[in-house]
């Protein structure tokens, strides 16, 4: 491998030369002296062909350099005139065999090679954090070409060579047209982060080829492509080296085919020093002492992939393993005292259950024979689902369960669920093209709630918690003007990282949601499994996945379209709101209802697009005070209906959307709204749990649009204090939140707080406080779960608005803390408690977190005590904080953000955030800029609860000065904080006034 045109075995075999080679080259037979005889005339013609070949030499020399400049010109001077439009879909019929073509400036690779193999071999340099690198790509040529472009990003390019291998069948090249290809000349252009090799003849389309390419590099320190990290152990700082491949950042760690429909088998080879372990996707095959001491290991070939999925790691790290039901070996790497303690026990335990949960829900097996989990200390994402090697933050993968809240265990459990589906839906499957990400995002986000469900039934998280943390959270960034489809074409590099949002993940796993529930579990999953069995180890776009659906459905005699269903709501951006109201004709004896529906926005002043409409399957019941009835279907294709419902009279209610499957907001009348707050106040459990969730958040989004008046959200909630159960008031707290963030610097703001209290006060009294249990397994695994978290919830709304009692408790806890250093605060209420003492206490408690910070070995506990540092009154503190976490290595570099952003959810450190972010804009930028959500969690967190004018103009000074406007971040962030100003100039004082009145007076 590595060979160039001018080697020996360049020209091994004369008859594999072309034409042109042929023409200028003399192959003298081998001869002795005693056999030639010299002719005047031979000796005459072959000084002749010297002299004609010296001529033709010389002609050849001078176009080439005259080629080689203008190319040089052509990547000095920049794009200029190269700002055609990107073929997303490659250009497979471009020949590539003229100056003019240069397939290179696109977006998309040209579709005229497609790689059928990669051998990597790779040296690992960690006393200097470099590394060199060799690659073999088989490749198979589709269409005719003499050029050869591929993908590289800050690689040094060393020697490259090209031998052609043979027909597509894999026959010898021992025909005309075999052997090595003679290379031009091969250059980067960095613009679309590709390298080509230009040669001097054709590629021939079902042939056979092999490019060989030796590089060099460094292992960066910013957390993309092959980048280093570090530890702590006994004092002593060790290294690791591992990669980050998604999206588009393995092209920074070898050359290589780096859009997701080149899948193609590879077989990576290490080399590092003996001191290290070396991890990739497959197992190792063979491990080999070199002379120089250093180990070189090679692993086993792996199936079909994805660029982006293959990975490795070099580390130093100890392990757990299991081995699953059907002979997988899993384990579990950490740093050595992470391992020692068991943290990576409870990650270890339930990945093994899982693999199985999703080999008998989908009924395909899972493809590899192993499955390591890598625990690493930083890492740009909670998580990457790299096939058989995930990499998981630490604080994503580690547990300990004596310092762990069941918050913390839950969110823990989700991202392992989800990377393990990820394992079929992403790795096994693959989409086509980034515009269908959701096709694996959303499919992995849906089943973080089913897999977590059958780890732990009593949890009931599709049903109830799937409802606040992703229906109603993506709601909210559905609602704004700046939204996008959940399909969105990718014209662009930049666009890549933007289709990895919440748009994808949440509103994707909404409408699978959806989906599953109109068709039934059963062929639901005959569907999915019907779809991995006909892609694996390919790809697949959302067609696909409509089409196996549909056949599912009408297997069984139901005749519905899934695809023209899902198009409405893939290909257009947003979701409606669905107005019901009671149409009672004294005609008919039985009583139809009228349905309409709009595109929800939440600033109706922005133009809506009137023609959006979708297909929508609307549930409805109806209820009175004792009992409700059976949910009917109803699809809603135009904008308004009327479909007869049954007998209703004036006592009996309307409720919409049953148990929150659908994907929309549903509106009423305003009886309706008064007979459900009736309903709520009297016997609220006749309403399932899901549906008191559904209407707390309706109500208030709607009211926060203009929908309804403010007076009924509130009233709405006032039956709080009779609620038992944790997701309504879930869902109250969420929107209270926000309604707190857009109020607390207002002049009257405690008729809010107060009120907000007195709802909570009656049931926060009868919870209590939790007590700490030593040695329990970790409060999550309990079957009071739900109790707990409704206990976690009231306390935290508690201190949040200002509870004396809650106050005086929390203070308690922290004194007896440092009195006695020792920690008998509860896990699971610990967050809560440090930030009220830091916030109520003086600057010695900041600097007794700050200490315990830094000393902590719990990632979990270091990721609260980091936090309630935030929570201070001291803007010194919080200024010193923030100016630590950006400049010293004090706070982990992927923690760096949530500092930022929980200094300006404080109201005292809200204006000193917005200053900060201002001012350290660039070296932000800079450090984030390529790391999918950081930059938009940056932006959204900094901005979202900005609400005056003059903020708002400083927004705008400040995205103008910068020239920020393009990107997505940026005007979401401008719309959300014109909505903040605008809900204050129109609804603030109708919001003040209720709360001044009778709360029982009227819904207005």
Known sequence: ?????????????????????????????????????????????????????????????????????????????????????????????????????????????????????????????????????????ELECINATRFIVLHTDRLEVDRVSVTAEGGANGR????????????????????????????????????????????????????LGFFRSSYTLHREKRFLALTQFSPIHARKAFPCFDEPVYKATFSVTLRHDAQYTALSNMPEEQSVLEEDGSI?????????????????????????????????????????????????????????????????????????????????????????????????VEQKILLDAEVSSSSYQMELTMVVVHEICHQWFGDLVTPVWWEDVWLKEGFAHYFEYVGTDFLFPKWNMEKQRFLTDVLHEVMLLDGLNSSHPISQEVAQAADIDRVFDWIAYKKGAALIRMLANVMGQTLFQRGLNDYLLSHMYGNAARDDLWSKLTQAMRSEGLQIDIGQMMDRWTLQMGYPIVTISKNQSEQLPTHYITVHQEHFLYSQEAKSNNSLLWQIPLTVAVGNASSVGSESLIWINNKTETHRIGQMDDSTWLL????????????????NWKLLIQQLHNNPEIISVGNRAGLIDDAFNLARAGYLPQGVPLQLIGYLPEEPSFLPWHSASRALYQLDKLLDRTDEYSLFSDYVLKQVAARYHRMGWPTNVPGSEGNVLQASYQTEELQRELIMLACSFGNKQCHRQAVTYISDWISSNKNRIPPNIRDIVYCTGVSLMDEDVWEFIWMKFHSTSAVSEKKILLEALTCSDNTFLLNRLLNLSLTSDLVPEQDVIDVIIHVGRNPQGRNLAWKYFREKWDILNARYSEALFMNSKLIGGVTEFLNTEKELNELKEFIQANNLGAGPAMPRSLEIVEGNVRWHRLHRRHFFQWLRKSPNSNLG
């Open 296 to 392: 070189t290991t090679r692993f086993s070939r792996t199936p079909r992939m994805s660029t982006y999925y293959l990975a490795w790691a070099v580390c130093n790290f100890t392990f757990r393993e299991t081995t699953s039901d059907t002979g997988v070996t899993i384990r579990l790497y950490a740093r050595p005292d992470a391992i020692s303690s068991g943290s990576g026990d409870y990650a270890l335990h339930i990945t093994k259950r899982l693999l199985g949960f999703y080999q008998d829900y989908f009924k395909v097996q899972y493809s590899l024979p192993k499955l390591d989990l890598l625990a690493v200390p930083k890492h740009p994402y909670a998580a990457m689902e790299n096939w058989g090697l995930s990499v998981f």
């Open 656 to 671: 919409g959307n049953i148990n929150q499957t659908g994907y929309f907001r549903v509106n009423y009348d305003l009886a």
């Open 1 to 137: 491998m590595g060979l160039n045109d001018s080697s020996p075995g360049a020209m091994r075999n004369g008859r594999g030369l072309s034409d042109q080679w042929a023409e200028t080259v003399v192959v003298r037979p081998r001869t002795t002296e005693r056999h030639i005889t010299v002719h005047k005339r031979l000796v005459l013609g072959f000084a002749l062909s010297i002299l004609t070949l010296i001529i033709v030499t010389a002609v050849a020399v001078v176009l080439s350099v005259r080629f080689e400049d203008c190319g040089s010109r052509d990547v000095a001077t920049g794009e200029s005139g190269s700002r055609g439009s990107a073929k997303l879909n490659g250009s497979k019929g471009e020949r590539g065999d003229e100056e003019g073509v240069q397939p290179w400036r696109n977006l998309r690779l040209p579709g005229t090679l497609r790689p059928r193999h990669y051998d990597l071999r790779i040296a690992v340099y960690m006393d200097n954090f470099t590394f060199s690198g060799e690659v073999s790509i």
């Open 172 to 223: 010898p090249a021992n025909r005309p047209g075999g052997g090595a290809m003679r290379i031009h000349r091969h250059f980067p252009h960095p613009t679309t982060q590709m390298h080509v090799v230009v040669l001097h003849r054709e590629l021939k389309p079902l042939r056979v080829y092999r490019l060989n390419i030796s590089f060099e590099a460094a292992i960066e320190n910013e957390l």
